[in-house]
């Protein structure tokens, strides 16, 4: 049972622009929201995370906004650049000793 | 200094063999996982252990079977490989729950022919 579900699958965003991913969650015990960044060949990374006391989250051209009452949180990219061309994952946990269940991904490139 | 090992980087077997792969974290923390990422790249945790001992074990065939000599290593154990196992693994670990940041190795690629 797929209980984080992301979209889109793909994105091709021009650079400059705003890249969104959105992500929806059914379990309303998960409480750590966090989104991964891999590069082909590489490992996950943790790029931001969320606690769902917040609604909104900004480290440098990366944005959480989270909506706790729909169940649902998006990563925005801003001013998205040909090095943000990579896939990320959005994930959730319910904390504890708990796994983190991952979302299915979007590939994201950015064109110059 | 890479923080998350994993050896080989590839693995090419035929069905029906045992294949390890090894993992090892320097970053001192307690609580390390195995994860698979399918062609599709769907990520999905495999086990964790923290501090040598199981704590998530997913619905896993027996053929795979993990083991935590110490905190640092966490190995994975493939007995008679089947042509479904191809993907990437992953080791993971983190300082305490899997609610804090998660640190990947680099993956290692298997093919099972």
């Known amino acids: 049972q797929q209980q984080v579900k992301q979209s889109p699958q793909s994105l091709i965003v021009q650079k400059g622009g705003i890249s969104i991913i959105n992500c929806a969650y059914e379990?309303?015990?998960?409480?750590?929201f966090p989104w991964y960044q891999q590069f082909p060949g590489k490992g996950p990374a943790l790029l931001i995370a969320?606690?769902?006391?917040?609604s909104e989250k900004k480290e440098g051209r990366f944005t959480i906004s989270f909506n706790k009452s729909a169940k649902q949180f998006s990563l925005h990219i801003m001013d998205s650049q040909p090095g943000d061309s990579a896939t990320y994952f959005c994930?959730?946990?319910?904390?504890?000793?708990?796994?983190?269940?991952f979302g299915t991904g979007t590939k994201l490139q950015v064109i110059p | 200094d890479t923080a998350v090992s994993q050896t080989p980087k590839y693995l090419v077997t035929q069905m029906g063999n045992d294949k390890s792969i090894k993992c090892e974290q320097n970053?001192?923390?307690?609580?390390m996982y195995w994860y698979k990422q399918d062609s599709k790249k769907f990520l999905k945790i495999m086990f964790s252990?923290?501090?040598?001992?199981?704590?998530i074990n997913e619905t896993v065939p027996n053929r795979f079977s993990p083991k935590s000599p110490d905190k640092a290593h966490l190995n994975l154990h493939i007995n008679s490989l089947e042509l479904g196992d191809s993907a990437v693994y992953f080791c993971?670990?983190?300082?305490?729950?899997?609610?804090?940041?998660?640190?990947f190795g680099p993956g290692t690629r298997l093919t099972v022919l």
């Open positions: 994930a959730a946990s319910k904390g504890g000793y708990q796994k983190v269940t």
């Open positions: 252990y923290n501090n040598k001992e199981l704590i």
């Open positions: 970053l001192g923390h307690d609580t």
């Open positions: 379990n309303t015990a998960f409480d750590y």
């Open positions: 969320i606690r769902p006391d917040v």
């Open positions: 993971a670990s983190s300082q305490g729950p899997a609610a804090n940041e998660q640190f």
